[in-house]
């Protein structure tokens, strides 16, 4: 679906999921017919270099994949390099006040994102990346189709997609999109119990005196580390959200994406720092959370290339701006300092090749050159081979299936190392509230796992003249509004390919859908909204029709006079997807 439903199909409300207060009811849908396919595709992106240069012309019989160690029959095989000078598609014009949420991008070639990543990365190296980027961009290869995010206290889309590279330098030299402090990075933390006694004691020569001294370092010490691994928590937490937003808005984009990933301290795993009187309670691992986005991002054909946005770090003893070594209390204060450097880099740079070979990308550690590491990304992702096949012997029971590819001829090759065979007819309900809580947020890019088209117009329009509009207030914070307010509908389309229904034994198919439109003013403080959970339990001949037609929604919102936001949010509660859409309405006062 690419914003092709007509104006007056979004008019067609023979399914009305909700009504204008947000009730439900039902209504009789005439049958259409609908071709129905199962095949369990598997496809593979695979690149191919040969002392990094990408290897062209290779024929299908070079390649061997396997799955679980089986090998499988390969059933298709293509090449794909860029499209010289590719544009972007003149879509379809829409109607007055008509919206979708489906991202304009190229009809052909891969489309490459550039994140800059705030909140892991300090101020001043996030300044050379953007110097970086633009210098890049000055000398890009014309028809290189790139978008630019930005992600601090939460993603943002600096530029969309587009092969104007102007426009993108202009987009990150933008005030708005300028470096910001990391608001949980952590970097004046002393890193050794020297430190802490050289910022808070005296010298002092009884014994009792240097051991009460020494408990009260120590306790500092732990309640330092203690906060360090909770600001870690909740960076991961926020990156890894991040992450995920980003695969919802781009699996709507067909075939490979690029993702190239300036970040830096990023861990999988904090470990126990024997330094601590508790050294235990500062373990972390991250490991199931990085792998579980890592496998969203491969479903969505994202391909990860994190580039260690600090470049060549040199360790504490080498860093002409130490203080110098300390003895006491533990020994050399920098052999403690260079143990934890490279303890923790090693954690940092582990996750990133983990995200790089999870989701088929590489990773750039140690380098200073990021305007090359930058080149070197969106040349590998843009030449690819795909391989498809179906599995010879796989059951849909959500299970993780090991991928390998071998290449005859001694290249290197970088693909998705696995995949989850997941039947969604069967899935049975996730609770994923993450994904309804990214959705929501004012200004968050939009997610299109889950694609509709919206109309917003007040109750007044034409269009509602023979309407039966409700005259109950609507909204779950209509009766806090101030002054006259109007009644705004909101109309969609929904389409239902992107949802889970399951089929139930009397024949019909069921799904469980979470839907709302939050109103949010200049500041992005919340107006009204409603938010409505909804059991659809459709007659085959109803489903045949949703399948083709879409499903339709209306629902009434209360708003009062001014400028704001109306953010719709649509989410498959049982599959754990979301599509969203961003409105801008100015009532008028009465």
Same mark, same amino acid.
């Given at each position: 679906?690419?914003?092709?439903?007509?104006?007056?199909?979004?008019?067609?409300?023979?399914?009305?999921?909700?009504?204008?207060?947000?009730?439900?009811?039902?209504? &009789?849908?005439?049958?259409?017919?609908?071709?129905? @396919?199962?095949?369990?595709?598997?496809?593979?992106?695979?690149?191919?270099?040969?002392?990094?240069?990408?290897?062209?012309?290779?024929?299908?019989?070079?390649?061997?994949?396997?799955?679980?160690?089986?090998?499988?029959?390969?059933?298709?095989?293509?090449?794909?390099?860029?499209?010289?000078?590719?544009? *972007?598609?003149?879509?379809?014009?829409?109607?007055?006040?008509?919206?979708?949420?489906?991202?304009?991008?190229?009809?052909?070639?891969?489309?490459?994102?550039?994140?800059?990543?705030?909140?892991?990365?300090?101020? @001043?190296?996030?300044?050379?990346?953007?110097?970086?980027?633009?210098?890049?961009?000055?000398?890009?290869?014309?028809?290189?189709?790139?978008?630019?995010?930005?992600?601090?206290?939460?993603?943002?889309? /600096? $530029?969309?997609?587009?092969?104007?590279?102007?426009?993108? =330098?202009?987009?990150?030299?933008?005030?708005?999109?300028?470096?910001?402090?990391?608001?949980?990075?952590?970097?004046?933390?002393?890193?050794?119990?020297?430190?802490?006694?050289?910022?808070?004691?005296?010298?002092?020569?009884?014994?009792?005196?240097?051991?009460?001294?020494?408990?009260?370092? $120590?306790?500092?010490?732990?309640?330092?580390?203690?906060?360090?691994?909770?600001?870690?928590?909740?960076?991961?937490?926020?990156?890894?959200?991040?992450?995920?937003?980003?695969?919802?808005?781009?699996?709507?984009?067909?075939?490979?994406?690029?993702?190239?990933?300036?970040?830096?301290?990023?861990?999988?795993?904090?470990?126990?720092?024997?330094?601590?009187?508790?050294?235990?309670?500062?373990?972390?691992?991250?490991?199931?959370?990085?792998?579980? @986005?890592?496998?969203?991002?491969?479903?969505?054909?994202?391909?990860?290339?994190?580039?260690?946005?600090?470049?060549?770090?040199?360790?504490?003893?080498?860093?002409?701006?130490?203080?110098?070594?300390?003895?006491?209390?533990?020994?050399?204060?920098?052999?403690?300092?260079?143990?934890?450097?490279?303890?923790?880099?090693?954690?940092?740079?582990? @996750?990133?090749?983990?995200?790089?070979?999870?989701?088929?990308?590489?990773?750039?550690?140690?380098?200073?050159?990021?305007?090359?590491?930058?080149?070197? /990304?969106?040349?590998?992702?843009?030449?690819?081979?795909?391989? $498809?096949?179906?599995? =010879?012997?796989?059951?849909?029971?959500?299970?993780?299936?090991?991928?390998?590819?071998?290449?005859?001829?001694?290249?290197?090759?970088?693909?998705?190392?696995?995949?989850? &065979?997941?039947?969604?007819?069967? /899935?049975? /309900?996730? =609770?994923?509230? =993450?994904?309804?809580?990214?959705?929501?947020?004012?200004?968050?890019?939009? $997610?299109?796992? %889950?694609?509709?088209?919206?109309?917003?117009?007040?109750?007044?329009?034409?269009?509602?003249?023979?309407?039966?509009?409700?005259?109950?207030?609507?909204?779950?914070?209509?009766?806090?509004?101030?002054?006259?307010?109007?009644?705004?509908?909101?109309?969609?389309?929904?389409?239902?390919?992107?949802?889970?229904?399951?089929?139930?034994?009397?024949g019909t198919h069921r799904a469980a859908i979470e839907f709302a439109v939050i109103a949010y003013d200049g500041e992005g403080k919340k107006i009204n909204y409603i938010d409505r959970n909804v059991q659809l339990n459709l007659k085959?001949?109803?489903?045949?029709?949703?399948?083709?037609?879409?499903?339709?929604?209306?629902?009434?919102?209360?708003?009062?006079?001014?400028? *704001?936001?109306?953010? %719709?949010?649509?989410?498959?509660?049982?599959?754990?997807?979301?599509?969203?859409?961003?409105?801008?309405?100015?009532?008028?006062?009465?």
């Amino acid at each position: 679906m690419r914003c092709r439903l007509s104006s007056a199909l979004i008019l067609v409300l023979g399914l009305m999921i909700f009504a204008a207060a947000g009730h439900s009811q039902s209504a &009789a849908i005439e049958s259409a017919p609908v071709l129905h @396919t199962n095949a369990n595709l598997v496809l593979v992106d695979v690149v191919v270099t040969d002392h990094d240069k990408s290897v062209h012309g290779l024929d299908k019989s070079r390649f061997h994949i396997f799955e679980d160690g089986r090998e499988q029959a390969i059933a298709s095989f293509d090449e794909h390099q860029p499209a010289a000078l590719a544009s *972007m598609p003149n879509l379809p014009k829409l109607g007055p006040h008509i919206y979708c949420n489906t991202p304009p991008y190229p009809g052909t070639g891969v489309v490459n994102v550039l994140l800059l990543d705030g909140l892991n990365t300090p101020m @001043t190296n996030q300044m050379e990346v953007r110097r970086a980027m633009i210098d890049y961009l000055g000398k890009v290869q014309p028809g290189t189709q790139l978008a630019i995010f930005t992600l601090a206290s939460r993603l943002r889309l /600096a $530029a969309g997609f587009t092969t104007n590279a102007a426009q993108l =330098s202009k987009a990150l030299q933008n005030s708005k999109n300028g470096a910001m402090p990391s608001v949980l990075l952590d970097l004046e933390t002393p890193a050794t119990v020297e430190d802490l006694a050289a910022e808070i004691s005296t010298p002092v020569d009884s014994s009792k005196a240097q051991a009460l001294m020494s408990d009260q370092v $120590a306790s500092l010490l732990q309640f330092t580390a203690d906060i360090h691994a909770y600001q870690t928590d909740m960076r991961v937490r926020m990156t890894l959200d991040a992450l995920d937003e980003l695969a919802r808005y781009l699996s709507a984009i067909p075939g490979r994406k690029n993702l190239v990933w300036f970040s830096g301290s990023f861990p999988m795993a904090l470990d126990p720092d024997l330094t601590l009187r508790s050294p235990f309670e500062v373990m972390r691992n991250y490991t199931d959370q990085v792998r579980e @986005t890592s496998r969203l991002l491969a479903m969505a054909r994202v391909a990860v290339y994190p580039v260690d946005a600090r470049g060549v770090m040199p360790p504490p003893s080498f860093d002409v701006s130490s203080k110098g070594p300390r003895t006491g209390l533990g020994g050399s204060g920098f052999a403690r300092a260079n143990s934890k450097f490279f303890q923790q880099t090693e954690a940092e740079h582990t @996750t990133m090749v983990e995200v790089a070979e999870q989701t088929g990308g590489r990773a750039y550690v140690s380098t200073n050159g990021l305007k090359e590491a930058m080149a070197s /990304a969106v040349e590998d992702g843009s030449n690819y081979y795909t391989i $498809a096949y179906v599995p =010879s012997a796989v059951k849909l029971d959500g299970q993780f299936h090991k991928l390998q590819v071998k290449l005859e001829g001694g290249y290197k090759a970088a693909y998705r190392r696995g995949y989850y &065979a997941e039947n969604e007819a069967k /899935a049975t /309900a996730v =609770s994923n509230p =993450s994904v309804v809580a990214e959705a929501v947020q004012m200004g968050a890019p939009d $997610a299109t796992q %889950i694609l509709f088209q919206a109309r917003v117009l007040p109750s007044t329009d034409a269009v509602y003249k023979n309407a039966n509009i409700s005259s109950v207030p609507a909204g779950a914070m209509a009766a806090t509004l101030k002054g006259p307010v109007t009644r705004y509908m909101t109309e969609l389309i929904v389409d239902a390919r992107g949802l889970n229904f399951e089929l139930g034994a009397d024949g019909t198919h069921r799904a469980a859908i979470e839907f709302a439109v939050i109103a949010y003013d200049g500041e992005g403080k919340k107006i009204n909204y409603i938010d409505r959970n909804v059991q659809l339990n459709l007659k085959p001949e109803q489903y045949a029709h949703a399948l083709s037609n879409g499903l339709p929604v209306l629902a009434g919102l209360d708003l009062p006079a001014g400028k *704001m936001a109306l953010r %719709i949010v649509v989410a498959d509660q049982r599959a754990g997807r979301a599509g969203s859409l961003e409105v801008p309405v100015t009532v008028a006062g009465k």
